[in-house]
C-alpha cells in the first residue's frame, strides 16, 4: 500500500500523512517517544464463575488517563477508565467466566505502549452453570413461539426461548432449576420457570421459555441505552447462580 501510494506521489511525505494521520480515527496519535507501562494482576490463574481481580499500575503520572480492558472472546468485556496518581494504583475489576481458558488483560495510555496480561481460568470443583446457547422462535422453529417467522424480537409477538445450560465445573450438578425475570413494562413472562434435574460436567441442558412483547412497544436494540433486560436465575440443590443477558 505504501509503495502504491509513493508512486501515486512524488512526495514521499505527503504519503506517509495519508497514511498515518488519516487512519483509524479512533487511534491516538503518539506526541512523544512512547514509554512502558507497569502493570501486573494480583490473581493470573482464577477459577471459573464470578471473580474479582485487582490490576496495579505502578508508573501512571498525575493527570494521565488509562484504560483497563478485561475480554474473552464474546464471554467476558468489561472496562474501566483511570486517572493517574503518580503513585502505585490498585484497580479492583469484577468479571464473570464461564469457560476455561485465558482472559486478556490490556492497559493502554496516550504515549505508552499497550501492556498486555493474561488469566488463566480454570475448571471448579464445584459446578458451574451458565447460558450457553440462545434461540427466539416466534413460529418458524418449534415451541409456542407465534411472529412472523424471522427469529427476531418483535411487537406484538410470544416469544418461545430456548436456553441451553451448561455445566463446565467438574461436578454434576443435580435438581436444576431454571427462572426467567423481567423487568420491563413491554414483557409479559407466560413460562417462566424449567426444571432441568441433573446436569453432567461438559453436559448441556435445554429448557424452553415464554414470553409475549406488547403490541405498542418501541424498538430496542441489544446495544441501546434503554434495553430490555431479562434475568436467568440457575439454581441447584448446593447454590444460586443470576445469569442476565440484554437485547
Known sequence: LFNADTRASADNNVANRRLHLLGDPEMQVWTNKPETLSVSVSQPSILLGNQTDTITLSNLPVNVKALICIQKGTEVYTTQQVTGTGSTMKIPMSFTVDTPGAVNVTVTAHNYLP????INANQTTAPNLYISTVDYSDGIVSGTGIGNGNGQNDAGETISLGLGIKNTGINQANGVTATLNSTSPYIQITGSQVSLGSIASGVTSSGIF??????????????????????LNIKDVNSVRKKTRCF
Open 210 to 231: 415464554s414470553y409475549k412483547i406488547d403490541s405498542l412497544a418501541p424498538e430496542r436494540r441489544e446495544n441501546d441505552t434503554i434495553p430490555v433486560q431479562f434475568s
Open 115 to 118: 501492556n498486555e496480561q493474561t
